[in-house]
């Protein structure tokens, strides 16, 4: 796992938030496709079975069928990015020394400034810049 890969966690979330948002627009929008007459072929429940021609309502076919084209893809796009993130945070949670893994946690996951880590763990920022520089060394 590298600092590019690391570094996406946050894209990720937003994303899926977007991703989330849009899903909810598309089941709202479907509530509004219009309803339409029209008729099927459908057969009599008992033998012979004769077949006839049955009146229903439902919603425009292709109003329908574009919204949940729409909705199968953000769902897909969605898990794909909630497997990457999940990637990364096993990643994190992975790390054995519990002071590096805080740092990576509060640098990719909360997105926190070198500075911002620094004061929370009472250290110098160059500490924190070097400590996740050597940890991503030993990585590769």
Same mark, same amino acid.
């Given at each position: 796992?590298?600092?590019?890969?690391?570094?996406?966690?946050?894209?990720?979330?937003?994303?899926?938030?977007?991703?989330?948002?849009?899903?909810?627009?598309?089941?709202?929008?479907?509530?509004?496709?219009?309803?339409?007459?029209?008729?099927?072929?459908?057969? /009599?429940?008992?033998?012979?079975?004769?077949?006839? *021609?049955?009146?229903?309502? $439902?919603? +425009?076919? !292709?109003? %329908?069928? @574009?919204?949940?084209?729409?909705?199968?893809?953000?769902?897909?796009?969605?898990?794909?990015?909630?497997?990457?993130?999940?990637?990364?945070?096993?990643?994190?949670?992975?790390?054995?020394? /519990?002071?590096?893994?805080?740092?990576?946690?509060? *640098?990719?996951?909360?997105? $926190?400034? +070198?500075? !911002?880590? %620094?004061? @929370?763990?009472?250290?110098?920022?160059?500490?924190?810049?070097?400590?996740?520089?050597?940890?991503?060394?030993?990585?590769?």
């Amino acid at each position: 796992m590298d600092k590019e890969e690391l570094g996406k966690y946050r894209a990720l979330k937003r994303e899926v938030e977007q991703l989330e948002e849009r899903i909810n627009k598309l089941c709202a929008k479907s509530d509004d496709i219009p309803v339409v007459k029209g008729k099927v072929k459908a057969s /009599s429940p008992v033998f012979p079975y004769t077949e006839h *021609r049955v009146s229903v309502q $439902m919603s +425009l076919p !292709e109003a %329908a069928d @574009r919204i949940s084209r729409l909705m199968r893809i953000y769902e897909q796009r969605k898990a794909e990015a909630e497997e990457a993130m999940l990637r990364i945070e096993q990643y994190i949670n992975s790390i054995p020394d /519990s002071e590096i893994r805080q740092i990576f946690q509060m *640098r990719f996951i909360d997105g $926190m400034k +070198l500075r !911002e880590i %620094a004061e @929370r763990l009472d250290m110098d920022r160059s500490s924190i810049g070097k400590k996740i520089r050597c940890h991503k060394e030993l990585m590769t």
